[in-house]
């Protein structure tokens, strides 16, 4: 089983629509989760990143966290073109020392 | 602007030739990293340096050899590489190595084996 897991995609959105993006996680001590965006060619990003049960809303995005269900989210709102990216969770582990990534979901939103 | 610099961003190499990656941070942070970023995978972690000292090598084959000469700077050294080692080598830094504070990447150096 792999430690962190989301969707490959493409997930193909229509601009203006929602965005969901989903992260499954197998470590249950888990302490922190972080969302980053890379663009072909580039370094990853910070977007968001959350250590609570619940949401947490920045601009557009939201990133939701259950850590019952070991899953976090990331929703991101009024999706544009310049949104088409891959967007890669990570997640700290109990030592907090580690981020362990997943594949990351490509996400492409049409004009 | 990151805050944390790579070079070269582009690397062609052959497989007995010996180069250097560098990496260097401006953030004032304690723990610097090494990842691989290989097409369709996810993002491997190489190299894991607390306050100048290794704490973390992730079975990484001895043709990569880090080095971390004080907190703000940190070399990747290669030697003897495989076509297979061609992939984006990226750094990252955080303030310090037990908290969870995200990562600071550089832009990354793209390495290429021939």
């Known amino acids: 089983q792999k430690e962190v897991e989301q969707n490959s995609g493409p997930l193909s959105v229509p601009e203006g629509a929602i965005a969901s993006l989903n992260c499954t996680y197998s470590?249950?001590?888990?302490?922190?989760f972080f969302w980053y965006r890379q663009y072909s060619g580039k370094s990853p990003e910070l977007i968001m990143f959350?250590?609570?049960?619940g949401d947490k809303e920045d601009g557009r995005f939201t990133a939701q966290l259950n850590k019952a269900s070991q899953y976090v989210s990331l929703l991101i709102r009024d999706s544009q073109p310049s949104d088409s990216a891959t967007y890669l969770c990570?997640?700290?582990?109990?030592?907090?020392?580690?981020?362990?990534f997943g594949g990351g979901t490509r996400v492409l939103v049409k004009p | 602007e990151t805050g944390v610099t790579q070079t070269p961003r582009h690397l062609v190499m052959g497989m007995t030739n010996k180069k250097s990656l560098k990496c260097e941070q401006h953030?004032?942070?304690?723990?610097m990293y090494w990842y691989k970023q290989s097409a369709k995978k996810p993002l491997e972690l190489m190299f894991v340096y607390s306050l100048e000292e290794r704490v973390e090598n992730n079975s990484v084959p001895s043709r990569f050899s880090p080095e971390c000469p004080n907190s703000s700077h940190l070399f990747l050294h290669l030697h003897t590489l495989q076509p297979e080692d061609s992939a984006l080598y990226l750094c990252?830094?955080?303030?310090?190595?037990?908290?969870?504070?995200?990562?600071?990447f550089g832009n990354g150096t793209r390495l290429t084996v021939t």
């Open positions: 959350i250590y609570s049960n």
């Open positions: 953030l004032g942070h304690n723990a």
């Open positions: 470590d249950r001590g888990s302490q922190s």
């Open positions: 990252a830094s955080k303030p310090g190595q037990g908290n969870n504070s995200p990562l600071h």
């Open positions: 990570a997640v700290g582990g109990s030592a907090g020392n580690k981020l362990t």
